[in-house]
Structure formats: structure tokens, C-alpha cells
């Protein structure tokens, strides 16, 4: 089944104690990102990789660290995390567009089940 | 920069009526792909249609339907015949056309809380 894994599913942790949440999707999408989400302010991205060794902040990258070894896993991790880290985070893949061709259909996101974090 | 705005914060629909959420972006692009997704309670983000700003047909999948107006940047979604199912928060999203080397990323709106009552 082609699918996007995010573990683990839930997590209570406290503060200052160092985090990764795995992302693996296998569907061989170049295209991976972050999302956290918080009520009242929908989906924020945290960060994007185009493909292997390319990645690069989203527009709430602060207290977060990604890493893009190989195509199929995309991990998300919090060196320190904060209570203002306590989210709901996805993790989304996608196959990346065939560069000018209009309606590629490329651009449809496939999303993890999604992590509960909170830090106490 | 690209903004996406739900102005509704929560909706109410009587159970077989019709119901429309609204949602309105800003853009400089000419291509571009808008998005709704579907979160129900069990937080799986679901894509419940998708329209190609180059195409003028509005989309429609069996009940739901957009009402896409490029010129007014409004994309709104219709619901028919709402059904209990159909409760959850919908999210507008805005990608713009991804030619390979442009960054393609997903901007949502905030979200539109949808109860549905029987």
C-alpha cells in the first residue's frame, strides 16, 4: 500500500530532551515536507526537501533540524524542544513536477497519519 | 508572498442541505493548483478536490464541488446533500505550478470547522 509512515504516533516529553520523528514514505516521491499544525493557524510548513541532500527551512523552521540521507526517509528532529513545540505534526511526500509541463498532476501530497507532541 | 484566507471559522449545515465554504487567496502566479482538504476527527488530512487554475470547468467530485472565480482569487466549496461523514475541518490550499526546479509548497488556509447536524 503506498503510504507515508510517521512514528511515533504520540509523544509526551519534556523539555530539553532530544527528539526525532521518523517520516518514510514509499512511493519513491522527490519531494518530502513538515507540516505542524495548531488551532487557529491550519498547516505551517517547518521544512521541505526536493530530493536527497536538498533541503531547506519552510516559514517555521526555528527549534527544528531535518536531514535527507536517502529518498525514502524524511526525519524530523528537535535538538531541544520547547512547549511551544507541543503540535500536531504530518509529514507529506509528492512526486515532483516534469519541469514546464503544465498539469502534470504532480503536485497532489500524500500525508502521514500525523504525530502528537506535546513537551511538558 | 502567497496568503490563503477561510473566513469562516466554524459552519453549521442541517444534515441533506447544502453548505459553502469560502476561501480566497492571493497570487502573482498565472498557473497555479488550489487544493480542499478534509481533516475529520481521526486527523488524517483527506484531498477532497483539486482544480487546476488553467482550467475554467469548475472541479466536481460526486457531492462536492468548487466555484472558482480566477478573477475575483476566490475558490469556494460546495457540499451537497451534507451528510453526518462529512463533520470535520476543511483546509483551502494553494500550490503554485511546479516546473521542476520552483519550490511547488503546499500554503494553507486555516481552516473551516464543519459540524454537520442531524
Known amino acids: 500500500e503506498a503510504q507515508v509512515t510517521q512514528n511515533p504516533r504520540y509523544l509526551i516529553t519534556v523539555t530539553g530532551k532530544k527528539l526525532t520523528v521518523t517520516c518514510s514514505q514509499n512511493m519513491n516521491h522527490e519531494y518530502m515536507s513538515w507540516y505542524r499544525q495548531d488551532p487557529g493557524l491550519g498547516l505551517r510548513q517547518i521544512y521541505y526537501?526536493?530530493?536527497?541532500?536538498?533541503?531547506d527551512k519552510g516559514d517555521v523552521p526555528e527549534g527544528y533540524k531535518v536531514s535527507r540521507k536517502e529518498k525514502r526517509n524524511f526525519p524530523l528532529i528537535l535538538e531541544s524542544p520547547s512547549p511551544n513545540q507541543t503540535s500536531l505534526y504530518f509529514c507529506?511526500?509528492?512526486?515532483?513536477?516534469?519541469?514546464?509541463?503544465?498539469?502534470?498532476?504532480?503536485?497532489?501530497?500524500?500525508f502521514g497519519a500525523g504525530s502528537r507532541l506535546t513537551v511538558l | 508572498a502567497q496568503t490563503v484566507t477561510q473566513s469562516q471559522p466554524e459552519m453549521s449545515v442541517q444534515e441533506a442541505e447544502t453548505v459553502t465554504l469560502s476561501c480566497t487567496y492571493d497570487t502573482s502566479e498565472s498557473d497555479y493548483y488550489l487544493f480542499w482538504y478534509k481533516q475529520p476527527p481521526s486527523r488524517q488530512m483527506i484531498l477532497v478536490i483539486r482544480?487546476?487554475?488553467?482550467?475554467?470547468q469548475n472541479a466536481t467530485e460526486n457531492r462536492f464541488s468548487v466555484n472558482f472565480q480566477k478573477a475575483a482569487k476566490s475558490f469556494s466549496l460546495k457540499i451537497s446533500d451534507s451528510q453526518l461523514g462529512d463533520a470535520a475541518m476543511y483546509f483551502c490550499a494553494y500550490t503554485a505550478e511546479d516546473y521542476g526546479g520552483s519550490q511547488g509548497n503546499l500554503i494553507f488556509g486555516k481552516g473551516t470547522k464543519l459540524s454537520v447536524k442531524p
Open positions: 526537501s526536493m530530493n536527497v541532500e536538498a533541503t
Open positions: 507529506a511526500s509528492r512526486k515532483t513536477g516534469t519541469g514546464g509541463f503544465i498539469g502534470s498532476g504532480a503536485n497532489v501530497l500524500t
Open positions: 482544480q487546476e487554475a488553467y482550467k475554467q
